[in-house]
């Protein structure tokens, strides 16, 4: 006999405020989710990198060594190394168990995006440097210098890579095919990403707007506008499951809109500055936010992890 | 080894070559003969018989028909109904490779043998006669004697009932026998009929008026197509001469001059005498004869020629060169026809009865002696740079000369006014300036502005809004930006020719400039403006103005001892390429204006060739998508540099100005700007959706400017676009 099917839960939100952690580094620039979501990492003004635990919200662990603030930060995805950037025009491959540098490259300032065995670093004369994390060499393998103006975002999908141009312009590498995709957006990219399926692209660009592009075709497949993203640099994501859309905004508040109507769904108040940085955890329903010097976390039942965080 | 490779080249190889052995393979066993097998084209196999079982194998396994062989299945018989005769004919099993062009029993259309003549024909068997000399196998007709067929040919059947006989020719019967072979006398090979013998003559001593004769039966020309490589009129050896050890002729002539083979072919007197049958030595020396001196034919050669054209003919006493009437003399008894001509008649020719009319060759023309076979180019001179008397000469010399300095070397180095006087066209009635195009008031304003604000000394040093009037402040302008007087004080008296010439491009435009030295050596203030050409446009004549006087400045002539020491460039630099993606971006306003509208997806994509770096392929896990390819990044190519399109983003973030008035103007310079560039060797292309765009950016309009050299140097020292007074008025 067959059991019913349960029944399709509506997709949760964020909603709940389950911690705020006082990061005590200054501003904190970017916060980041690592590759399974466990853990966090928050890049402060006052040079120093911190990795916390997630579900805790206790440090584990401060690596310091640039020069300047920190601005962006990722993690490998066997969790064995954090790379980051600074503005110090540097960035450093930091060993995660030791907190020692491994590597250190002295490029352009701008931010860093690690995977495996290479890694890519955006920088601010509007290159792209992608680096051998193997080898010892100190050039980069590969300078993508299409762009005509800084790069502010970078992301890497199985084989493709993915910039987005302050000339507003959203490049698409893709290596398999040996074609580069230029989508002309003509206002000024702060971020890009892609979606889980891999098959969209999300522009967040300083006309206030997000578009949700396909990625084959460069139709433009939503548009969602309400938030304030008019000087600053600020981060979108999708949602664990693309089921919504996600950015920050200039007003404290961060927009969560529906992906398939593009009809807001939630406006999450933050606070009552600018909403730096968020990263939203890659399986479960949890976001990050980061807004001065601190980084909250926020998931779709509070009660239930506040209590068993508490006992 | 190695020579033996090299001369391998050298020679023409046949076949499909072994395989060359690997020393490691081993050897491969040869396919025994049972497994070797043969297939016709349709695939069957064919088995190989032994030499004398014979040929292929028939039928199927050497069974006919079927795996049993013969089913004689339709074979029954009984006694009230016999077995039907069966009629079998050989090509009943046949099959079609048999019955093929190759096989046993081709099919073609052939005479069948009621028409076929068979019967004997004495005039066949007497060409057959005269071919069988020829052949290589003396006699070969001698088979086709013996068998003699029963029957003759329906052919010869039907002429026999019309009355005709062996022998006889077919035709209407004549009164006489009119070829006497005596009485008329042939120049000419003409084939005499055989039958034609001197006996013959006597019987016709009587002949009745009222008998009418059959006609003379005619050989038939022989129409044997020549085989062989040999030349014309080629006859091996006569086996029958040489080697059967006739008594008569010892010595063999392979040369015969006085073609004694016709004698023989046509069957004259002196025909061998011998005995038919079969009496060769080689079958021994019989007991009744006595013949046996000579048992074993020898043959010498000394019976041959060994050298061409043998012994002299006649009694040696001229040889070769014997004059004709000697020859003539001699040969009085033979046929006179021959003497005359001392080499070989070739077989089925006739010497020709009247000789070759003699064609007139003309000898080409005696060339000069100092005459050099390379023609030299006399360079075109133009009128203004000489003297005038060396003009007058050279006009009167040729006709090439340049006329009025405009050389045209090319229409696209003629200006619009050089144009229009070719096509013979009026000059324009219309608006020579902006200014003419704008309301009076407009233009009063611009006036006060132009007065009340100075003007700028760096052409971009921002958008001025001052306007000159027409003529008057264009001079004005000019006047206050280029002292004359320093102009004219660094010319001074110069003496000799003038080196420095910087238009050389643009003859007229040289001359122009040579008429505004003279001008300013003989210091005339109004140098300037009297040289230049009045049909010019107001734009064209600003800009030439400028230009007159920045080369005046700049090509001062040195002293002459320090000139001497310098020699000019050639030719300016002629790198006018910068490397440029080879895939360009499509135009940015179409894409605006596609965002706008918010259709994103073709109109707003470019995709290019992208070559990532092989070991980003290898970290990524993906194949390089481009193999061999040694580029990486974007492709890129050379592109001219003063194309506009290049520089299309330079000008960026400029706008347009948006008011009417600025918008005309620069339609209007736009357009003589174009005149202008049209003129010009640097310019490239005239965009030629220009009227689409109507002129909204104001950075196309910068691309005009930039398409001289010197703007081009300016722009590389800091984006300043100016060579045109005027226009940076606009901005």
Redesign the interface.
Same mark, same amino acid.
């Given at each position: 006999m067959a059991f019913p099917l349960p029944k399709p839960q509506a997709p949760q939100l964020p909603q709940h405020l389950l911690r705020t952690i006082d990061c005590q580094q200054g501003a904190v620039r970017a916060v980041r989710f690592n590759a399974d979501g466990n853990y966090l990492l928050s890049c402060g003004s006052d040079k120093s990198l911190k990795l916390w635990s997630a579900s805790r919200g206790t440090p584990l662990k401060t690596y310091s060594g640039h020069g300047y603030e920190v601005l962006d930060a990722d993690g490998s995805y066997d969790n064995s190394q954090i790379c980051s950037c600074s503005s110090d025009k540097t960035v450093i491959l930091w060993d995660v168990a030791t907190g020692q540098v491994s590597r250190k490259l002295r490029g352009h300032a701008g931010v860093s995006c690690a995977v495996d *065995?290479?890694l890519l670093h955006r920088s601010i004369d509007g290159t792209v440097r992608?680096w *051998?994390t193997r080898s010892r060499r100190f050039e980069p393998? @590969?300078? #993508? !210098?299409?762009a005509?103006d800084s790069i502010s975002s970078v992301k890497v999908a199985?084989?493709e890579l993915l910039t987005g141009s302050v000339d507003g312009r959203l490049r698409r590498? !893709? #290596?398999?095919? $040996? @074609? #580069?995709?230029? *989508?002309?957006?003509?206002s000024p990219i702060t971020c890009v990403c892609f979606s889980q399926d891999g098959q969209c692209t999300l522009t967040s660009t300083l006309d206030s707007t997000v578009?949700l #592009?396909d990625k084959s075709? $460069?139709?433009?497949l939503g548009?969602y506008t309400g938030h304030k993203m008019k000087g600053y640099k600020l981060d979108c994501c999708l949602s664990g499951k693309d089921t919504h859309v996600l950015s920050c905004s200039e007003d404290g508040h961060v927009y969560c809109w529906d992906l398939v109507e593009g009809s807001l769904s939630l406006k999450l108040p933050v606070g009552k500055a600018v909403v730096q940085s968020l990263s939203f955890h890659p399986t479960e329903t949890r976001l990050l936010t980061a807004m001065e010097g601190r980084v909250q976390v926020w998931g779709a039942e509070p009660e239930e992890t506040e209590e068993a965080m508490a006992t | 080894m190695a020579s033996d490779n090299d001369s391998d080249e050298d020679f023409v190889t046949y076949g499909t070559p072994l395989e060359p052995l690997e020393e490691d393979e081993p050897l491969r066993k040869p396919v025994p003969l049972h497994e070797q097998t043969v297939k016709d084209e349709k695939g069957r196999f064919q088995r190989f018989h032994g030499a004398f079982t014979g040929g292929f194998s028939a039928g199927y396994f050497n069974t006919v028909g079927s795996k049993e062989g013969w089913t004689p299945s339709s074979f029954v018989s009984s006694r009230q109904q016999k077995a039907e005769k069966q009629h079998a004919r050989p090509e009943d099993f046949m099959d079609e490779e048999d019955l093929s062009e190759h096989g046993i029993a081709p099919r073609e259309i052939t005479t069948s043998k009621e028409f076929s003549s068979s019967r004997r024909d004495l005039a066949r068997e007497k060409a057959q006669a005269i071919s069988a000399l020829s052949a290589p196998i003396p006699g070969d007709t001698l088979l086709e004697e013996l068998i003699a067929p029963a029957r003759s040919s329906i052919g010869v059947e039907l002429l026999r009932r019309m009355g005709w006989k062996e022998g006889q020719g077919v035709g209407p019967r004549v009164k006489r026998r009119t070829n006497r072979q005596k009485t008329a006398r042939v120049y000419g090979c003409a084939p005499r009929p055989a039958g034609s013998e001197d006996s013959e003559d006597s019987d016709e001593e009587f002949a009745p008026e009222n008998v009418t004769f059959a006609p003379k039966d005619v050989t038939p020309m022989d129409f044997s197509p020549k085989v062989g490589v040999q030349g014309l009129g080629y006859r091996g050896l006569d086996p029958g001469l040489a080697l059967v050890g006739r008594s008569a002729p010892k010595h063999i002539d392979l040369f015969n001059l006085q073609s004694d083979r016709n004698s023989q072919l046509f069957g004259d007197k002196q025909q061998h005498t011998h005995r038919g049958g079969v009496a060769g030595q080689a079958f021994g020396v019989g007991a009744l004869e006595d013949d046996d001196e000579d048992i074993y034919q020898r043959d010498a050669l000394s019976n041959y020629d060994t050298v061409l054209g043998g012994e002299e003919p006649g009694d040696g006493l001229y040889g070769w060169t014997a004059p004709q009437q000697y020859t003539k003399k001699k040969a009085l008894h033979r046929v006179t026809f021959y003497s005359v001509y001392l080499g070989k008649i070739l077989e089925g020719f006739t010497l020709a009865s009247k000789s070759a009319e003699e064609k007139t060759i003309f000898p080409p023309p005696s060339l000069p002696r100092d005459y050099r076979p390379v023609h030299y180019f006399r360079p075109v001179v133009d009128v203004s740079s000489v003297s005038p008397a060396l003009a007058d000469a050279l006009r009167a010399s040729r006709g090439q000369l340049v006329q009025g300095g405009d050389q045209s070397g090319g229409r696209h180095q003629l200006d619009s006014s050089q144009r229009r006087a070719l096509l013979g066209e009026t000059a324009l009635q219309g608006h020579s300036s902006v200014m003419d195009l704008l309301r009076s008031e407009d233009r009063e304003r611009l006036v006060n502005l132009c007065k009340s604000s100075n003007l700028p000394s760096s052409p971009v040093s921002g958008p001025h809004t001052t306007l000159p009037s027409p003529g008057a402040l264009a001079k004005s302008s000019l006047s206050s930006r280029f002292q004359p007087k320093e102009v004219l004080a660094s010319w001074p008296d110069i003496q000799g020719s003038q080196t420095f010439r910087p238009f050389e491009e643009n003859p007229s435009k040289q001359a122009r400039y040579d008429l505004y030295l003279r001008r300013l050596k003989q210091g005339d203030k109004d140098a300037l403006e009297a040289s230049l050409d009045p049909n010019m446009t107001e734009w064209e004549k600003s800009r030439e103005r400028e230009e007159f006087v920045r080369a005046s400045i700049l090509y001062r002539p040195s002293s002459s001892s320090l000139a001497s020491r310098f020699t000019r460039g050639k030719h300016q630099e002629d790198d006018n390429t910068v490397e440029v993606s080879q895939d360009q971006e499509a135009d940015v306003d179409d894409k605006q204006a596609a965002v706008t509208m918010k259709m994103f997806g073709k109109l707003t994509r470019d995709s290019f060739q992208w070559h990532p770096d092989k070991l980003l392929c290898k970290r990524f896990n993906v194949p390089d998508p481009y193999p061999g390819s040694s580029t990486v990044g974007l492709l890129k190519v050379k592109r001219d540099k003063f194309s506009v399109f290049n520089f299309l983003t330079v000008a960026g973030n400029l706008e347009t100005p948006g008011t009417p008035f600025c918008r005309a103007a620069i339609i209007h310079l736009l357009f003589s700007a174009a005149r202008r560039c049209c003129c010009t060797r640097h310019m490239i292309t005239f965009p030629p959706n220009l009227h689409i765009v109507e002129f909204q950016n104001l950075k196309i309009f910068l691309e005009f400017c930039v398409h001289k050299k010197e703007s081009i140097r300016k722009s590389k020292q800091g984006m300043r676009f100016g060579i045109l007074p005027q226009i940076y008025l606009f901005f």
């Open positions: *065995d290479f992608c *051998d393998i @590969q300078v #993508l !210098d299409e005509r199985q084989h590498y !893709d #290596l398999r095919m $040996g @074609q #580069l995709y230029v *989508d002309f957006i003509n578009r #592009l075709t $460069g139709e433009m548009e | -």
